[in-house]
């Protein structure tokens, strides 16, 4: 979870401080909008990677129970 978080505020402070240095800002508002991209782009990183792990765990906990299905009712004559 730690390097997700630590990959989504480097890519946020990253996209954040290139688009304002292609806007031509000064320096101080790049690294403004930077740090307030890093903030953004880790919880963005974190809440992401929270709702792929919770649809990986459901999905095979079903696999698992219909797994367990068929080997139960077709393990009955």
Do not use: E, N
Not at 12 to 36: E, K, P, V
Not at 53 to 67: E, F, H, I, S
Request: charged fraction near 15%; glycine fraction near 10%; hydrophobic fraction near 60%.
């Amino acid at each position: 979870m730690r390097f997700i978080f630590l990959c989504g505020g480097a890519l946020g402070f990253a996209a954040a401080a290139l688009t304002g240095w292609l806007a031509d800002r000064s320096a101080d508002r790049i690294l403004l909008d930077a740090a307030l991209g890093c903030l953004i782009g880790a919880l963005l990183f974190r809440w992401l990677w929270s709702v792929l792990v919770d649809g990986v765990r459901d999905t095979l906990l079903a696999r698992q129970k219909a797994a367990t299905a068929a080997a139960a009712s077709g393990s009955q004559p």
